[in-house]
């Protein structure tokens, strides 16, 4: 028997319809849109409404990305969804996805690795795929990171966004799919980047709770400087490991932090800022939804061609990181 590919049948992306500019949050935030454009690259934000859910974008996405790929929920053998601002700690908001979906018994589980969520979802789904143990997958990332805004200091508050984007993976025996990937995960700078659940324990000692629901604590420049590092070092081992170069790649699609950020990855890999993919300005940092929803975006208004190879890199609270290449249908 051949090798099983996954090819990407089907996509989907939901932005809540609540525009969040910067002159919004300037007077609460103590802040300006200058400041924020200079410092991040971003004008604006989407927060869900009151009412809305981290699952009913989760949902949405899903259900947009079955119906591209013209397959029902029935079809699904797996649903992986990654977040790190759930509805409720349990039951995981995979199970509340599969359920709304209608996706009838099918195996459905929750993975948490901050803003690299999505690139760990996808690498874990073609594990599945090229085993052969499934053969059709639905990956989405969602995201309420509003719902955190509240306790955080204006240097995180302006960074946040809100959104889901999903994809459908197929096995296929037609070359395509998962070229290389590198995951990882630096726990040893977990505190620079927190969301606690007002009895952290173990964190309480690097940052107090304050008695918050939930309190968010990060270290801006020690994140910033992490992601600078990290975002070449992944994508040139995940070139090596996939004996692939930039030449092959038709389109970078960094996580959306900091505009800042990409500029210097650019520059340090040498790789015009043309190449790199950026929405950032319209939705800010939308955590591990931000890779999707820029693929998403991207390929619905024909800049990425079904048939394109893509770099993907992300960073996030762990702190993680993770590349893939993927090659998202036969040429
Ligand atoms: N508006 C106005 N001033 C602000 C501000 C805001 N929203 N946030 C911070 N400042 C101020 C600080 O108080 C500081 O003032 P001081 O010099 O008087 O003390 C000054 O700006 C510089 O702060 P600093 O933290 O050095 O700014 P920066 O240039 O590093 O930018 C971040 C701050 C958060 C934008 C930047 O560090 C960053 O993007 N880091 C990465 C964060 C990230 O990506 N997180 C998610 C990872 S998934």
């Not at 984007?165 to 700078?189: N, R, W």
């Not at 929803?293 to 024909?302: A, D, K």
């Amino acid at each position: 028997m051949g090798k099983t590919y996954g090819k990407i049948i089907g996509w989907g992306a939901y932005t809540p319809d609540n525009i969040v500019t910067n002159h919004d949050m300037a007077e609460e935030y103590n802040t300006s849109h200058d400041w924020i454009v200079q410092r991040t690259g971003i004008a604006e934000r989407r927060f869900a409404r009151p009412g809305e859910t981290t699952r009913q974008m989760a949902v949405s996405a899903g259900q947009k990305a079955l119906d591209t790929a013209g397959i029902s929920a029935a079809d699904l053998d797996l649903i992986i969804v990654t977040t790190t601002s759930p509805d409720f700690m349990a039951p995981a908001l995979s199970s509340q996805v599969q359920a709304s979906l209608g996706a009838n018994d099918v195996p459905a589980f929750q993975l948490m690795t901050g803003c690299s969520g999505f690139v760990y979802s996808l690498a874990t789904a073609y594990q599945f795929i090229e085993s052969g143990a499934y053969g059709t997958i639905l990956v989405i990332a969602a995201e309420f990171m509003s719902r955190y805004i509240g306790s955080a200091d204006r240097s995180a508050a302006i960074l946040f966004g809100d959104a889901a984007g999903a994809v459908v993976i197929q096995a296929t025996d037609e070359p395509c799919g998962l070229k290389g990937f590198e995951l990882g995960s630096d726990g040893s700078q977990g505190h620079n980047l927190v969301i606690s659940m007002g009895e952290s324990h173990e964190i309480d000692e690097v940052w107090p709770t304050n008695g918050h629901k939930y309190q968010t604590h990060m270290n801006g420049r020690e994140v910033f400087k992490f992601a600078t590092r990290v975002v070449g070092r992944s994508c040139y081992k995940t070139l090596m490991k996939a004996g692939m170069t930039l030449d092959d790649i038709d389109w970078i699609l960094p996580h959306q932090a900091n505009l800042r950020i990409i500029q210097s990855a650019s520059r340090e890999m040498g790789i015009p800022l043309e190449k790199f993919l950026i929405n950032i300005e319209r939705y800010a940092n939308t955590s591990a939804a931000s890779v999707p929803l820029l693929m998403v975006e991207n390929l619905e208004n024909g800049t990425i061609k079904p048939s394109d190879t893509v770099l993907m890199v992300a960073f996030g609270a762990g702190l993680t990181w993770g590349s893939a290449i993927v090659q998202l249908q036969p040429s």
